[in-house]
């Protein structure tokens, strides 16, 4: 290129920069503050067939009991077979029948094509993924042991990709389909104690912004993604915490979380903080200095203390 080529194609490129942020993103601001008070439409959930991974427990659990009462076809799955059961019990208790429970090992890629055939055949094509399934082991990343380290990541991230690998393209050839991935509060910022759990929540939110992206790309795209960001959820992964100010943090309890989340799917929202406050914390840790965030963690600590030192009855199973 001749440096005269080269000099248009810089101030092109400066022009359309100054248009886009002068003019582009102000309007896109403006739309999104009309949107406020312009009412959406949900999604209907008749005739869905969601999939909860970890359906045995906590967050799970309740989606599956959410979806259940708004009318979905609910498939459940958690590896452990017992607490999966009483789940499937559970609902049907309520009076909710649409609910087929199955065994799985997110971890373990075979079993979960296995798996997932056995549901397209029974129960039909899912169109609603729920990856929700992990663990949370938590103390200092020199306490963390290579199996322990393995554990996080195969289930956390790869269990992720195996489902996704499993479900994805019938949504994509249907072109009708939604995953919600569970990241964490420490998907977005860094806690102590938590290293490789951390990592493995970077890794979803990496995985689920790409795979938004990807799919934006295909014209008149109707699979979405929602990542969820959840602040400490009252499910018993976490043994112990310490907040210098507990009545500012309030410790989310799984039937609101999975309230949340079923809003955020039917809405089509990309990203779900919780509680909706931090996400100011959130935010502006990515402008501030240094030693301001600093100052900040350190004098309003939620902190999850380490796992280690625990009563061996109060000990983390996973
Ligand atoms: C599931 O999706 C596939 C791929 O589009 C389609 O061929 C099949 O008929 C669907 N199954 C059901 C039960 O709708
Ligand atoms: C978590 O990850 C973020 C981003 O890489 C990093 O800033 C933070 O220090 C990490 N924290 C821990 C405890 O690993
Ligand atoms: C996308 O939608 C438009 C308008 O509804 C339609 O004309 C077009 O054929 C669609 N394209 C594809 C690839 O489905």
């Known amino acids: 290129m001749s440096s005269f080529e080269e000099i248009i194609q810089t101030l092109k490129g400066v022009l359309h920069l100054i248009f886009a942020h002068f003019i582009i993103v102000p309007y896109y601001f403006f739309e999104s503050f009309i949107n406020l008070f312009v009412k959406k439409v949900p999604k209907s959930i008749r005739g869905e067939v969601v999939l909860i991974t970890g359906a ?10 959410k979806y259940a009462i708004e009318g979905a076809t609910v498939v459940c799955w958690d590896v452990n077979e017992e607490f999966n059961k009483a ?3 559970y609902l049907n208790k309520l009076g909710y029948n649409n609910v087929h429970g199955y065994k799985v090992d997110v971890t373990n890629r ?10 397209k055949r029974n129960v039909g094509n899912v ?3 729920i990856n929700n399934a992990g663990i949370m082991p938590h103390h200092s990343f020199l306490d963390h042991t290579e199996q322990e380290i393995r554990k996080i990541i195969d289930i956390n991230v790869f269990g992720h990709f195996w489902t996704l690998q499993a479900f994805l393209p019938e949504m994509r050839r249907n072109n009708h389909g939604h995953v919600v991935c569970l990241s964490s509060m420490a998907g977005l910022v860094g806690a102590n104690n938590l290293v490789p759990y951390n990592a493995s929540k970077f890794a979803v939110r990496g995985l689920m912004e790409g795979l938004h992206e990807e799919f934006r790309q295909y014209p008149n795209n109707s699979v979405y993604f929602t990542t969820v960001y959840p602040f400490f959820v009252d499910t018993g992964l976490c043994k112990a915490a310490y907040f210098t100010y507990p009545a500012l943090f309030k ?15 039917i809405y089509n929202c990309r990203n779900l903080v919780l509680p909706p406050s931090m996400s100011v914390i959130v935010n502006s840790k990515m402008i501030f200095p240094d030693k301001a965030n600093n100052y900040i963690t350190e004098n309003f600590k939620c902190e999850i203390l380490s796992d280690l030192n625990l009563p061996n009855d109060k000990r983390l199973e996973n």
């Open 251 to 265: 410790v989310l309890q799984p039937e609101y979380v999975a309230e949340k989340i079923y809003e955020a799917q």
């Open 110 to 119: 075979e079993n979960v094509m296995e798996a997932a055939k056995n549901v």
């Open 56 to 65: 045995g427990h906590g967050i799970g659990k309740m989606l599956a009991k």
């Open 87 to 89: 789940t499937v019990e």
């Open 127 to 129: 169109t609603i993924l």
